[in-house]
């Protein structure tokens, strides 16, 4: 059985940074789609960032979090992380990891993820 846990949210203060982390049980996913999404109250959950490896590794980011954010992987961790700095109060949201042992083409979409986390609340004070 496979689990995720998120851990590493938390209140802060604009401007802070944050580490996120996701460990993996259950199954190694030393290669495919590892993803970080976020929910903010009444909006729909959106795509953060994504790394992908089968060999090398790729990163890719939301606009959003361009330049802000990185998305890395500890394959003999199982585990992912997402580093976000100079945060903002519109960052707030409950952020999920997901996983998959495809090498996904659409990785900004939640469609094709095997795996989600319980979420870790993120709260960014002005």
């Known amino acids: 059985q496979v689990q995720l846990v998120e851990s590493g949210g938390g209140l802060v203060q604009a401007g802070d940074s944050l580490r996120l982390s996701c460990a993996a049980s259950?199954?190694?996913?030393?290669?495919?789609?590892m993803g970080w999404f976020r929910q903010a109250p009444g909006l729909e959950r959106e795509f953060v960032a994504a790394?992908?490896?089968?060999?090398?590794?790729?990163?890719y980011y939301a606009d959003a979090v361009k330049g802000r954010c990185s998305i890395s992987r500890d394959n003999a961790k199982n585990t992912v992380y997402l580093q976000m700095n100079s945060l903002t109060p519109e960052d707030t949201a409950i952020y999920y990891c997901?996983?998959?042992?495809?090498?996904?083409?659409?990785?900004?979409?939640?469609?094709?993820?095997?795996?989600w986390g319980q979420g870790t609340q993120v709260t960014v004070s002005s």
């Open positions: 790394i992908r490896r089968r060999g090398n590794s790729y990163s």
């Open positions: 997901a996983v998959t042992s495809s090498l996904l083409t659409n990785y900004a979409s939640t469609v094709g993820y095997d795996y």
């Open positions: 259950g199954r190694s996913f030393s290669s495919g789609t």
